[in-house]
T-cell receptor, first 117, second 110 residues
Framework: KAGVTQTPRYLIKTRGQQVTLSCSPISGHRSVSWYQQTPGQGLQFLFEYFSETQRNKGNFPGRFSGRQFSNSRSEMNVSTLELGDSALYLC????????????????FGAGSRLTVL | GQQVMQIPQYQHVQEGEDFTTYCNSSTTLSNIQWYKQRPGGHPVFLIQLVKSGEVKKQKRLTFQFGEAKKNSSLHITATQTTDVGTYFCAGRDNTDKLIFGTGTRLQVFP
């Protein structure tokens, strides 16, 4: 079956602009998580959505937001871009069946590489 | 909040040598997962450990979960150039967020 699809793969923006990234999870996966990866900070958790609800949020400013649609596809938005937002943004999906979430494994997409000039 | 540290940050080995990365959490983990990210790629799931003291093997890779469920290790026997990449551990904190460790980048010289 198809993997996790992220679009766009690469994009360049300038400071102050906003950006929207899209993620289509594996069919049947209801949870989508977003991570920011930078060389210096590793993989930082942004947020997780399950059944269109944000279940968890990392320590990022309010400029970072996201949502999930009824088909489980997810988008994240970053407004008023700063140079420090340049990073690889990774989306991952998982089954997250039932209320016991701990056991589920993440399948990552290839990422969207954002460069802010 | 929970912190997950990995050591070493980098490791360069000669092909055929062994390699170990250690993962330490500031809090007890319900389970721990390991992922591998090849250069230019995305993290790929390797294994999950759930029980205290659990040991699992995948060919040349041996994964261990500490008795106190606060640390874990990944050991690779006789490294090959295909083992190159960054290895991350990941554990869920008390709010159920999956927190990734700082990662260990492995370089293998032929």
């Amino acid at each position: 079956k198809a993997g996790v699809t992220q679009t766009p793969r690469y994009l360049i923006k300038t400071r102050g602009q906003q950006v929207t990234l899209s993620c289509s999870p594996i069919s049947g996966h209801r949870s989508v998580s977003w991570y920011q990866q930078t060389p210096g900070q590793g993989l930082q958790f942004l947020f997780e959505y399950f059944s269109e609800t944000q279940r968890n949020k990392g320590n990022f400013p309010g400029r970072f937001s996201g949502r999930q649609f009824s088909n489980s596809r997810s988008e994240m938005n970053v407004s008023t871009l700063e140079l420090g937002d340049s990073a690889l943004y990774l989306c991952a999906s998982s089954l997250r069946t039932g209320e016991s979430f701990g056991a589920n494994v993440l399948t990552f997409g290839a990422g969207s590489r954002l460069t802010v000039l | 909040g929970q912190q997950v540290m990995q050591i070493p940050q980098y490791q360069h080995v000669q092909e055929g040598e062994d390699f170990t990365t250690y993962c330490n959490s500031s809090t007890t983990l319900s389970n721990i997962q390991w992922y591998k990210q090849r250069p230019g790629g995305h993290p790929v799931f390797l294994i999950q450990l759930v029980k205290s003291g659990e040991v699992k093997k995948q060919k040349r890779l041996t994964f261990q979960f500490g008795e106190a469920k606060k640390n874990s290790s990944l050991h690779i026997t006789a490294t090959q150039t295909t083992d190159v990449g960054t290895y991350f551990c990941a554990g869920r904190d008390n709010t159920d967020k999956l927190i990734f460790g700082t990662g260990t980048r492995l370089q293998v010289f032929p």
